[in-house]
């Protein structure tokens, strides 16, 4: 069996049965074959196809376009493997899939198997987030970079979109498990391909502040302020202002896990305690009612920024 392994993120590269394979030059067979391996079902319609990447040709044009791509395709692969009986591709009267035989591996098709978890509403675990963080460490750039073909734009696009719902969910497990630098690369790796992403911004102001920065995240708003200006002629928002309100304010309960998440835990601490011992009972549950008092309190001092800041706004 053959092995056919590409990395498409970033910059290309390609390696047949373990050995390097480079392109002469970029030509309509290589798109022809991107396009197979970044849609990998198991058959295409050769009409659709033709149509897709020939799409300014007439059909009849397009389709001998076609075949002419995939028999250099084909020759291509047989020249790789010393094996004029090699076949790449199964290409039949009317469709068009990657042979059986061969042991197909891409960045795109671990990336997006890892990506899974990124979809699912929920928090992630251990396990969830060592996938994830495999995951994007194939995204080594942009798919395809220096492609600009309609449908290589199209994929582009959504595997960009994949890519920082999977940053987003590791800043997020990031912060809960209390790891802020890895939390902070995520978020710095993003504003590097969105420097006027706004959320990107929020977490890394929250993280800084977490890890005992304190300046960092109040110069970090400052740079949100800049790029959201400089990218695209607006402000932040009240959600921005507001956490840069809290921050300013040093209120760290405001921006750390809500009471939701800490409760458990000081419930899950009285549980683990032995507490047979009513005196030691008791020190949990004056600890456990002095958390609320302070969270009721500080809440009403996020109100009172809440309110100063919408009352500034109204002024100006």
């Known amino acids: 069996m053959y092995s056919v392994k590409v990395w498409l993120f970033g910059d290309i590269r390609m390696q047949f049965d373990g050995m390097e394979c480079q392109w002469t030059k970029p030509c309509k067979m290589q798109e022809v074959f991107y396009y197979l ?73 671990m990336f997006e198997q890892s990506g899974n978890v990124a979809q699912r509403g929920t928090e992630i675990d251990e396990s969830s987030a060592d996938k994830l963080r495999q995951a994007v460490q194939l995204y080594r750039g942009d798919l395809l970079e220096g492609w600009y073909q309609d449908w290589c734009l199209y994929e582009r696009e959504r595997l960009q979109h994949l890519y920082f719902k999977m940053l987003g969910k590791l800043m997020a497990y990031c912060e809960i498990h209390e790891q802020y630098e890895e939390g902070m690369s995520y978020a710095e790796t993003m504003l590097h391909y969105d420097p006027a992403g706004e959320r990107a911004h929020q977490q890394l102001m929250r993280l800084k502040y977490l890890s005992g920065d304190r300046t960092g995240a109040l110069r970090q708003y400052e740079c949100c302020v800049k ?46 305690a032995q507490l047979h011992l009513p005196g030691e009972m008791l020190a949990h549950l004056r600890t456990f009612q002095s958390t609320i008092n302070e969270l009721q309190q500080q809440a009403q001092q996020w109100i009172q920024v809440v309110e100063r800041l919408d009352s500034e706004q109204r002024l100006s």
């Not at 959201?228 to 921005?240: C, D, F």
């Open 227 to 272: 790029a959201l200006r400089e990218e695209l002629g607006v402000t932040p928002s009240l959600q921005t202002q507001q956490l840069y309100g809290q921050i300013h304010s040093a209120q760290e309960s405001l921006i750390t896990p809500s009471a939701t998440k800490i409760m458990p835990k000081i419930a899950l601490e009285i549980n683990d």
């Open 37 to 109: 391996l970044t849609h990998r079902k198991s058959h295409h319609q050769r009409e659709n196809l033709a149509e897709t990447l020939w799409c300014d040709s007439p059909a009849t044009t397009a389709k001998k376009n076609l075949r002419q791509s995939l028999w250099q395709l084909q020759s291509h692969f047989a020249a790789q493997s010393q094996n004029p009986q090699f076949h790449l591709l199964m290409a039949g009267l009317k469709s068009i899939a990657f042979h059986p035989d061969i042991d197909l591996w891409t960045d795109v098709m």
